[in-house]
């Protein structure tokens, strides 16, 4: 018999002063069973730093077509595509090629050991951006995740405090590629 996903639910207040987007979002997350506590969050921060009323979570680890979250205009086309984790070159160049947007958002054990000799690959793919996210950082945020989570977001000056209602993370993204769309 199969595992099943832990559903958790997350009411995530967004207040991005960059991009000029206030919102609160009621969000259901299902945690595939091979998921940790740290990737699901660093979802949830994902989800937060492109927070947008057709921003959906996608299938993830259950489907491997599918990004961890997508942004999908009325017609059905991709707008923006975004992933979690350390994916391999031919999947971002293929999400590239399907999508206006890709967003990659780094973490883990030494990202830069696996971006360095993908880089070139992807110089190329004008509309992908890479950000790592620190270690100390997304440890910082795992220790938020509960079943149930209040959850606050606030960007200003590419600054971003993440927090509950006892605790505030400090997280500076750091840019391994910039994309242009």
Not at 41 to 56: I, K, Q, T
Not at 107 to 122: D, F, H, S, T, V
Not at 142 to 167: H, I, P, W
Request: glycine residues 6%.
């Amino acid at each position: 018999m199969a595992l099943k996903a832990t559903i958790c639910k997350a009411s995530l207040q967004v207040s991005d002063m960059d991009r000029n987007y206030y919102g609160e979002h009621a969000l259901t997350v299902a945690r595939h069973p091979s998921e940790t506590d740290e990737r699901m969050m660093v979802r949830l921060l994902a989800f937060a730093l492109n927070a947008h009323e057709h921003l959906a979570f996608g299938k993830g680890l259950s489907d491997t077509e599918e990004p961890d979250l997508w942004q999908r205009d009325l017609t059905g086309a991709i707008k923006h595509w975004i992933e979690v984790g350390q994916p391999d070159d031919k999947r971002m160049l293929r999400a590239c090629g399907r999508s206006d947007r890709v967003t990659v958002y780094a973490y883990g054990n030494r990202p830069e050991l696996w971006w360095k000799p993908i880089a070139g690959k992807l110089e190329r793919a004008k509309n992908l951006a890479v950000w790592r996210i620190p270690s100390a950082a997304v440890q910082s945020i795992e220790k938020l995740a509960e079943r149930s989570m209040q959850l606050q977001c606030t960007v200003q000056d590419g600054q971003l405090y993440f927090s509950n209602t006892a605790e505030t993370v400090l997280i500076e993204l750091e840019a391994m590629k910039a994309g242009e769309a």
